[in-house]
Structures are given as C-alpha cells and as structure tokens.
C-alpha cells in the first residue's frame, strides 16, 4: 500500500506547480489539495477527477469487472479461438502476481475519494458541501466493499479471526496500514453509505452517485451481510413506492446507452474516451465475423428462454470459421459509440428488486418475495402470466433470475461466495453452441466451499513492500 501511494505521491509532487488555467488538462489527484477546495470550481474539477479515476481504471468497473467473476465460475467457458486471457482466472491458477490491477485500481478510486473527504471542510458548511461529501463517501464504500468481495470472506462466512484488506481513510503516503477484520470492514463500509444518504443529492445528473445509488448499494451490502431487515429497508429507499423497472421494449436501450431507465449509477464512457475494455473482454470481430474470447457455457445458455428480452439481449449465436457459438454481446458498444465502447453499468434497480425479493424470502415474506418475482419477470418475459411458488421452489426461482438479470455483470462468482456454494463446472461440455468442441480447461471442474481461492492473492508487490498485509492462506 505504502508503495503504491508513494508512487501517487510524486506524481502529485511533479504536477502540483500548475497553472489554474491547466487544472483542467488533470485528473484531480495530480493537484495539491492544499489548493484545490477554495471554491465551487476547485471542488467540482475535484469531484470530476474522482469519477474520472473510475473510468481510468482498468480493472475495475470500466475494465476487466465486467468478466471476472463469470470466468472465475460456470457462465462464461473460454473459447481456443481467442486470444487466451484471463486463463489463469478461468482455470483457478492464481498467484500473488496475478492480481495488481484488482488491488491498485481499487485504491487508485479510493484515494480520490479521501482527498475529498480529508478537504472538503476547507469549504464553506452547506448543501454543495454536503453533497460532495456523501458522494466521496459512497464512492469509497462502493469500492471497498467490491474490493473486499474480491480479496475476502463475506460476512456471513467469516469468523471473527478472518482478515481484509485496510480500509485506509487518508491520502497519507506514509501510511503503512495492517490487514483487518472482514466484519470490521463490513460496519466501515456501511457507517460510509450510512454516512452519505443524508448528505447526497436526490439527484447528480448521469454518471454520479445519488440518494437512490447510496440506498440501493446499502442493499447490495446489507444482502451479503445477512441483513435482512437493513437490506428491504435500503431497498425501499432507493426503489420508493413504484420500482422503476424498464419494459422489455426499453431494456434493450440500456446496453446501447439509449436509456438510462433502471439505471442507478453508471460510469459515462464516450465516444471521446474510446475505452473499450468492456466489449473486448469478450469478443473482436475477424472477417466480419465474432471472434469471442469467453462464451455462455452451454447449460447456463439453456436457461435463457426464447420469450426472455435477456436472451438477444445477451448473447447472439454465429458462426466463425463454419462453427456456432454463443457470443456475448451485452457490451457490443453504445450507439454513435465505437464497437465496445458503452456506459458501464454499476448499479440497477433490478438488482435491488432482487436484494429485496431474497431478503423477503430469507426473512420468512413470501408472498412480498413472490410480487417482486412477478414484477420483474413481467419486464422481461413476453406473454408472462404471474406464478404462484413457495418454500424453496421461490427461492431457486428467485436465484436463478438473479444469474440470469445480472449475466455478464460482475456478480456470480462473488454470489456463490455469499451463498457458501461452490463452483461446478461440467467438464462434458465445450465451447461451441450445440456443446461440442474444447471443454473447461481446469484440471479440476469444482471449487469446493472452502476452497481457498474463493479468496483471491494480494499482490506479492504489496505485501513485501507492506508487511502488515497478511496474505490470504494458499498462497
């Protein structure tokens, strides 16, 4: 950690005898911050330089986030046909080498955030005040726990002696900052959401954070807590009397950045930005035609039912050199964008309908789980008819709409962890459409529950240089 904001540290050193006139050539934390909160434009160009640090990471929500953790699992199978990244995801062979960028791009965001936090005072009590911090706030919440996800146990199945990552809270390159607990970690990254719902905006225009984002990622939280009663609580706030769910005319729009219905939060990717990340995570094109580098593995595309918008939503058969395969095209590009290049889509409303609908359940609600079933499968499904389900028939049904809503999101792998259920992957299966061609790579087809590499490496770089960073066991 010390290494790694000592880095940010010169840099901020070589650029902070700029003009005020070329404050706007720089993200933000390449200013002093010394000089950078004495007016409404210092704060706001900090503000911007936060989001920007979002889109300049590659690895997190408008980079590799994306794939990750359906590689790591049993929605996507890699295809020999592309070019072979993120194999040693896919086939479990993780080092302490391997994941830098999950760990440095995480902190890169975070440490945008603390200068906020650390600087806002120096401006003026009041409503513009308070609403830059709530959104500094939950951006570094939003973050942590994501990075927690990826480093970590979840709440539920961590013991009291089960370590983290550090929730640094200053921009302090000196710091050398020791691993803590998962719970602790847990009530930090909720007292920061807890914190910013009051302070932030009802509304920050596209692209930041507002009330409802900060009410609906207190659910995502609360959700892997087992908190049942704080997760339909947060839900309600960020959802109101009247989810908005898109129609299943409108859901499309969504992933060509023509709507932005049942959108809580995403990260603005233009035209101008041209980061494509997202959609070359998954597919170029040769000769016109797809060539993918990770495919819908073939039992879960037989869980895409023909009259689900999800399914040409997601994923488009064709073929490459004679053969089929399921590509994924979700992140295929924005419209007037270059191929791959899209908003990325960080929070949803069907993602808190879903929070809410398993916290129903787990709580012993199931006719409210039932409802919030219905209502968004009405959204997704042409000529759906309402269904009548209980006991764990719900709840099965409940997460399979899970996997399929949030497919290609940055959720299974992690959702397993929550659930205590491991990775099984069926090794008679490849990577073409009908089943046929190279099956899973892996030597091994399950990560078993207590699988050490549920918890991925922190990265060798850090934890010499740091030593209070513990290194997650197995490696």
Not at 406 to 426: H, I, N, S, T, Y
């Amino acid at each position: 950690m010390r290494k790694y904001l000592y880095t940010m540290a010169l840099a901020i050193a070589a650029l902070g005898s700029c003009k005020k006139s070329d404050l706007n050539l720089y993200p933000y934390n390449q200013v002093e911050t010394t000089q950078a909160f004495n007016t409404e434009g210092d704060v706001t160009l900090a503000v911007n330089g936060m989001y920007y640090g979002i889109r300049a990471s590659g690895s997190y929500y408008n980079g590799t986030w994306n794939i990750v953790a359906d590689v790591l699992a049993d929605n996507l199978i890699s295809s020999p046909a592309g070019r072979g990244t993120l194999l040693s995801y896919s086939r479990w062979l993780l080092s302490p080498t391997s994941t830098y960028g999950l760990f440095s791009g995480g902190y890169t965001i975070v440490r945008r955030a603390n200068a906020i936090v650390e600087n806002i005072d120096r401006f003026p009590a009041g409503a513009f005040h308070d609403n830059a911090k709530g959104e500094a706030l939950a951006l570094r919440a939003m973050t942590y726990f994501d990075m927690c996800r990826v480093y970590s146990k979840t709440y539920l199945n961590a013991s009291a002696t089960d370590f983290t990552l550090p929730y640094v809270t200053t921009t302090d390159a000196k710091n050398m900052p020791a691993s803590e607990s998962v719970k602790g970690f847990y009530d930090k990254v909720i007292a920061d959401l807890n914190a910013a719902l009051p302070l932030i905006n009802a509304n920050n225009g596209v692209g930041r954070l507002n009330k409802a984002a900060v009410a609906g990622l207190l659910s995502r939280v609360n959700l892997y807590k087992g908190d049942w009663t704080a997760t339909i609580t947060a839900a309600n706030t960020a959802l109101g009397s009247a989810p908005s769910l898109p129609s299943i005319a409108n859901f499309p729009l969504i992933w060509t950045d023509q709507s932005s219905d049942g959108v809580l939060f995403k990260v603005i990717n233009n035209a101008v930005d041209n980061i494509n990340t997202q959609g070359v995570n998954y597919y170029q094109t040769q000769n016109g035609e797809i060539k993918s580098e990770y495919v819908v593995e073939y039992n879960f595309k037989q869980l895409f039912a023909a009259n689900d918008v999800r399914t040409s939503t997601y994923i488009k058969t064709s073929a490459l050199s004679g053969s089929l395969y399921n590509n994924v095209v979700k992140y295929a590009g924005g419209t007037g964008k270059p191929a791959g290049v899209q908003d990325a889509k960080v929070l949803r409303t069907a993602e808190v309908l879903l929070n809410r609908m398993e916290a129903y359940y787990r709580s012993g609600n199931e006719p409210a789980a039932l409802a919030d079933l219905n209502l968004l499968k009405r959204n997704r499904y042409t000529g759906f008819s309402d269904i009548s389900l209980t006991g764990t028939a719900l709840l099965n049904e409940i997460l399979k709409e899970r996997r399929l809503e949030l497919a290609f999101e940055g959720d299974r792998f992690w959702d397993l962890k929550r659930r205590a259920q491991p990775v099984l992957r069926d090794g008679t299966k490849g990577e073409k459409a009908d089943g046929t061609g190279t099956p899973y790579f892996s030597t091994t087809l399950t990560l078993p529950v207590d699988d050490h590499r549920f918890q991925l490496p922190y990265p060798v770089a850090e934890t010499n240089f740091n030593t209070a960073i513990k290194q997650n066991p197995g490696y």
